[in-house]
């Protein structure tokens, strides 16, 4: 939602701007300059991706506009998981989360952490460290080693969108200047038309530039930032996982390593010690 403000105080303040000044609004409305500009960036974009990064382009274009990253809440949900699993893994021994692991989806312990289960990235590098613990196939360090090339991965996966929506941004004020000349050369064809003609197919023209650097700087410029920051925030959230698992397989008991996990947040979205805590005693370990 304050993705959507942000643009109307770009575009308002503009065109607000632009009015002020004596500016003509339907001047600016030449929609061959449109899709001049707009279908060669469209058009470049599919050059330059990939097709299975152009789905995540347009998925993760939608959740920068409509979401606004991760809450207080989806850690919460998350370490009161990661309590839940560890308690029950002390108690009950390791093999007690075997099934659960396994078949997350059908999982009574992680049907209770809905936002968790949707989060795929999550729950698979959740359910296949875990699975390596229980099946006593790889050492603290080797599973370290494992998750930090899981998260380096990801890392590297989830910025090809933002990086790509941001070389379109940087060709748009090109593709305004090739929009500019070609209405200049329309231009030219009616020299003999006198002053007042010429001056209105010129601005016309012009129109190119001004599209161009705005949808670059004002558009697409701070949604690539906007994407970036919303990926950043999700391998935080993996790190957390990371962290706390680890904290655990070292011998730390449930509640500290879900505090080391907790350690691990940006400050906006972190809880308190004793908030973790209190919210913790309600949580119990599986029979």
Do not use: W
């Amino acid at each position: 939602m304050l993705t959507v403000i942000g643009y109307i105080v770009v575009f308002g303040s503009i065109i607000g701007g632009f009015l002020m000044h004596g500016g003509v609004l339907s001047l600016l409305i030449q929609v061959s300059e449109f899709i001049i500009i707009g279908g060669a960036a469209l058009g470049s974009l599919i050059v330059a991706a990939p097709g299975k990064v152009l789905n995540a382009i347009f998925a993760r274009v939608l959740k920068a506009l409509t979401g606004s990253g991760l809450t207080k809440a989806h850690y919460m949900e998350l370490f009161h998981l990661m309590f839940e699993l560890f308690s029950t893994m002390r108690k009950n021994g390791d093999m007690a989360v075997e099934k659960d692991i396994d078949d997350p989806s059908s999982s009574p312990l992680f049907s209770k952490y809905p936002t968790f289960l949707a989060n795929q990235a999550a729950r698979n590098l959740l359910c296949d460290s875990l699975r390596l613990i229980v099946s006593g196939s790889a050492k603290a360090d080797e599973l370290a080693h494992l998750m930090d090339e899981e998260l380096a991965t990801y890392e590297e996966e989830s910025h090809r969108p933002a990086a790509l929506v941001a070389k379109v941004a940087d060709a748009l004020p090109g593709l305004g200047i090739v929009a500019a000349v070609l209405g200049i050369i329309i231009t030219m064809q009616s020299i003999d038309q006198g002053p007042e003609v010429i001056g209105h197919k010129i601005a016309s023209a012009l129109v190119g530039t001004f599209v161009g650097v705005l949808c670059c700087y004002g558009l697409f410029q701070p949604l690539a930032t906007k994407m970036e920051m919303l990926a950043q925030e999700e391998k935080k959230y993996l790190e957390c996982i990371k962290i706390g698992l680890l904290s655990y397989l070292h011998g730390a008991a449930p509640i500290i390593a879900v505090e080391y996990a907790r350690r691990v947040i940006f400050s906006g979205e972190r809880p308190s010690a004793a908030e973790l805590e209190e919210s913790c005693r309600g949580v119990k370990a599986q029979p």
